[in-house]
């Protein structure tokens, strides 16, 4: 038996019980068990390091600490930064606490957000809206007036809306992590707190344009494909390119022969994989540009899914068509 398999621990979640590394977060090991257990995360991201603890969805009932320390921990936790012990027992759909306690962050982060999904660009892949749909209210109980902001200008390619955002700072940890010079910050405190850029300064970045992909909601958007098309009416597809600057891997989200815009390609749990540079998402718009490698794999659930799609390529080759005209969906 190998060390590797011996230095694992075991953790139970909503009563399956899995071999873990020590070490790790209970989010990342509830997503080795899959399925309704894995808790929802708004602010949580893998890939960047410091994410999480901000937005409180993830919220955790442990029923026994661990083998050594069974008592049970006195108040919900935050998944994503509590690491898993040997013999730890945790709850999430199966506690009743929990599931209030989503509904009672679900509120909270819908207090100032806008109802303004039907024109809204990250409508149909906004965590949020999933969110709301699941635990939300029909309506909301607060009866004050939702906070506004003046709209800034981030220069030619990225928009933001204020008014959506929930400060979940992923845009800031990506600007941090992934460029040479963070522009954008949080700036005030309290209901003031905003996204912002010091004097209006645009982001020009090579790589500025991650800040959308990791945005949970739409309040970072991509102006070159700003109302052009809904998203289930576009059709992902997987395709790469000659780039020195990334790795060439997107998705193309494509309408007829036309390239609505270009995102980076992202896991099940809609986290980036690889990210690209500005150049590949905002500039490359032709399908010359791109070697197609296929249909990108949609969960069935999506909205996108329902949209059956053939292959987008140059009207001159008809030999990539799609057999049977459906999309590929993932369980």
Aim: aromatic share 6%; hydrophobic share 35%; with cysteine.
């Amino acid at each position: 038996m190998s060390e590797e398999v011996i230095n694992k621990i075991k953790v139970t979640i909503d009563g399956v019980t899995i071999e873990v590394k020590p070490g790790i977060s209970i989010v990342e090991a509830a997503r080795e068990i899959g399925g309704p257990s894995v808790p929802p995360t708004m602010c949580y991201y893998s890939k960047l390091e410091g994410s999480g603890g901000r937005c409180r969805t993830c919220l955790v009932e442990v029923s026994k600490g661990s083998e050594k320390d069974p008592r049970p921990m006195p108040k919900l936790v935050p998944a994503c930064r509590t690491q898993v012990m040997d013999g730890m027992e945790v709850k999430v759909i199966t506690s009743p606490k929990v599931v209030e306690a989503v509904q009672g962050v679900t509120e909270l982060l819908l207090i100032n957000h806008p109802l303004d999904c039907p024109v809204c660009d990250q409508a149909g892949e906004c965590k949020l809206q999933d969110l709301a749909y699941e635990h939300g209210l029909e309506r909301t109980r607060s009866e004050f007036p939702r906070r506004t902001f003046q709209p800034d200008d981030l220069g030619p390619y990225i928009k933001l809306n204020m008014n959506r955002c929930i400060l979940c700072a992923r845009c800031i940890l990506v600007a941090n992590q992934l460029t040479d010079q963070r522009n954008q910050g949080i700036l005030f405190r309290g209901d003031h707190a905003e996204i912002s850029t010091y004097l209006n300064k645009a982001i020009t970045n090579d790589f500025s344009g991650n800040v959308i992909d990791v945005c949970p909601v739409g309040a970072l958007t991509d102006r070159t494909a700003r109302f052009k098309s809904r998203v289930w009416f576009t059709e992902p597809v997987n395709a790469t390119c000659k780039c020195e600057k990334c790795s060439g891997k997107a998705v193309l989200w494509v309408k007829g022969n036309e390239i609505i815009r270009v995102t980076a390609r992202k896991d099940q749990y809609n986290e980036v994989e690889e990210f690209i540079c500005n150049e590949c998402r905002f500039e490359r718009k032709d399908l010359n540009d791109w070697t197609i490698e296929g249909p990108t794999p949609i969960n069935k659930h999506s909205v996108i899914s329902v949209n059956q799609y053939e292959l987008p390529l140059p009207k001159n080759d008809p030999h990539y068509k799609l057999k049977n005209n459906n999309i590929k969906t993932i369980e």
